[in-house]
C-alpha cells in the first residue's frame, strides 16, 4: 500500500525529480516503523522512480540530459509501434472508442487543467498501447513510460501544454482511422520528442 502511494506521488508529479524521500518523515507519516519504508523505496528503485545516495538518503530518480535523451528515444519508438500497429488492428466500434477517449480531454486542454489533462493523456497513450494487439509491447511500454512518468508530467507545467498536447494527439487518431500506420507512428514519434523538449523548457524556467 505504501509502495503504491508513494509511486503514484512520483508518478504524478506530488513529489518531483530531486525530491528527498526521507525514512523517519515516511515512517512517521504513515505510522510504521523505517524497516517497511527501506523496503519500499528499495521497490521503487527497482522500478526507477527512486535513487539512492551513499549516505544522504533514497531521492525521486532525477535522469542525467543523456539518460533522459536515451530512454525518451527508446519511449517514442515504442509508442510509434504502438500507434502503427493501431492503424491497422483498430476498426468499428473500436476506432469509435479512441476517437472518443480523444475528444473527451478536448475540456481539460482548453482550460489548461493541468490534472484533468494529466490524467486523460495517461488514459490516452494506454488505449493505443493496448490497441496495438501486442501484450508484450502494451506491457514493455507501459514498464518504460512509468520510469519516465515523473518528467513527462513535468511537461504540463509549460504554457499551454495541454492544448497543444491534444493537438498532437489529434493528428495520431487522425492517422489511426485513415489506416495510416506509417502517418501514424511518424506523428506519435514526433509528438514523444516534443514532450522531451517540454521538460527542458520547464526545466530552464524553474531554473530561473
Do not use: K, W
Not at 29 to 48: A, C, D, F, K
Not at 104 to 133: K, M, P, Q, T, W
Request: proline share 3%.
Amino acid at each position: 500500500m505504501i509502495r503504491e502511494a508513494l509511486a503514484d506521488r512520483i508518478v504524478h508529479g506530488t513529489l518531483r525529480p530531486g525530491d528527498p524521500l526521507d525514512e523517519t518523515s515516511l515512517a512517521a507519516e504513515y505510522g510504521v516503523s523505517r524497516t517497511p519504508i527501506r523496503e519500499v523505496l528499495r521497490q521503487l528503485e527497482t522500478n526507477g522512480l527512486a535513487a539512492s545516495r551513499p549516505h544522504r538518503g533514497a531521492i525521486v530518480a532525477s535522469l542525467t540530459p543523456r539518460q533522459l535523451d536515451e530512454t525518451f528515444v527508446v519511449m517514442a519508438e515504442l509508442e510509434a509501434l504502438s500507434a502503427r500497429l493501431c492503424a491497422t488492428a483498430l476498426a468499428g466500434a473500436a476506432l469509435h472508442a479512441l476517437q472518443a477517449l480523444h475528444e473527451s480531454g478536448a475540456g481539460a486542454a482548453r482550460a489548461n487543467d493541468v490534472a484533468g489533462y494529466r490524467l486523460h493523456n495517461e488514459r490516452f497513450h494506454a488505449a493505443i498501447y493496448a490497441g496495438s494487439g501486442n501484450a508484450f509491447l502494451e506491457e514493455t511500454a507501459l514498464a518504460v513510460r512509468r520510469r519516465l512518468a515523473p518528467f513527462r508530467n513535468l511537461q504540463f507545467e509549460a504554457f499551454q501544454r495541454p492544448e497543444l498536447s491534444h493537438h498532437e494527439h489529434a493528428r495520431i487518431v487522425d492517422a489511426i482511422v485513415s489506416g495510416d500506420g506509417e502517418a501514424a507512428a511518424g506523428a506519435m514519434r514526433a509528438h514523444i520528442l516534443i514532450v522531451r523538449e517540454a521538460v527542458d523548457a520547464v526545466d530552464l524556467t524553474s531554473e530561473r
